[in-house]
C-alpha cells in the first residue's frame, strides 16, 4: 500500500521546506539553476537527486548537467507518440483534441515512474515498461491516478503562484521543484 495523498502532501511539504529554510546560499544557488535556460538542466540534475534519497543540493554540477540532460532526452522520447497523434488528429476539432489528450495523459502517465526508474537505475530503466506498469500495479491505478491529478492540481497552484509575482515568485521556484519530486518519491517508495 502506497502513501496516502494527504499524509504525502504534508511530508513533501515538509521535505521542501527544510531543504530551504536555513540553506540560503543552496537556496540562491537554486533559484539561478532553476530559471536559466541551459542551466537548468543542472537543477533538474539537482532535484533528480531527491528520488534518490538524497538532498537538493547544488554540487557535481557535471553530473547534475548530464543527469538533467538525460532526463529531458527521457522526457522527449516518450512525448514523440503523442506529438505525432497531435499532428494526426489536429484537424479533427473536438474529437482529436480529446483523442490527442488522452494519449497524452496515459504517456504523462507512464513517464512519471519512467524518470523514476532512471533515477534508480540509469538511462536503460527508464524504458523498462513492464517494471513501470508493476510500480502502478502496486500502488493501484485509481490511487496512482488520484494521486497525479492532485499532484498537478497543487503543483499548477504552487507554480501559478511563483509566476505571477515578478522576480519575487522565483524565490519560490525552488519550493515547487523540491515538493514535486518528493511527493513522486513518496509514492514510489
Known amino acids: 500500500m502506497s502513501i496516502g ?22 537556496w540562491l544557488l537554486l533559484i539561478i539553476v532553476t ?16 528520488y534518490r534519497g538524497e538532498e537538493p543540493v547544488v554540487k557535481n554540477i557535471g553530473k547534475a548537467f548530464i543527469d538533467g540532460l538525460l532526463l529531458c532526452i527521457i522526457g522527449i522520447i516518450y512525448m514523440i507518440i503523442p506529438a505525432i497523434v497531435d499532428v494526426l488528429v489536429g ?5 482529436g ?5 488522452i494519449v497524452t495523459i496515459a504517456f504523462v502517465l507512464i513517464l512519471i515512474p519512467a524518470e523514476y526508474a532512471f533515477a534508480q537505475k540509469g538511462f536503460g530503466a527508464a524504458f523498462a515498461f513492464g517494471d513501470h506498469f508493476a510500480k502502478i500495479k502496486k ?20 507554480g501559478s503562484i511563483a509566476v505571477l509575482i515578478p522576480v519575487i515568485g522565483w524565490i519560490f521556484l525552488p519550493f515547487v521543484f523540491i515538493f514535486s519530486m518528493k511527493f513522486v518519491a513518496n509514492l514510489f517508495a
Open 97 to 101: 483534441s480529446i483523442i490527442s489528450l
Open 35 to 50: 530559471i536559466i535556460p541551459i542551466v537548468n538542466l543542472i537543477g533538474n540534475g539537482i532535484y533528480l537527486k531527491i
Open 139 to 158: 500502488i493501484g491505478w485509481d490511487q496512482y491516478i488520484l494521486s497525479v491529478l492532485v499532484f498537478f492540481i497543487v503543483v499548477a497552484i504552487l
Open 91 to 95: 484537424g479533427l476539432g473536438l474529437v
Open 5 to 26: 495523498i494527504g499524509d504525502n502532501l504534508g511530508k513533501s511539504f515538509g521535505f521542501a521546506k527544510d531543504s530551504l529554510i536555513g540553506k540560503w546560499l543552496n
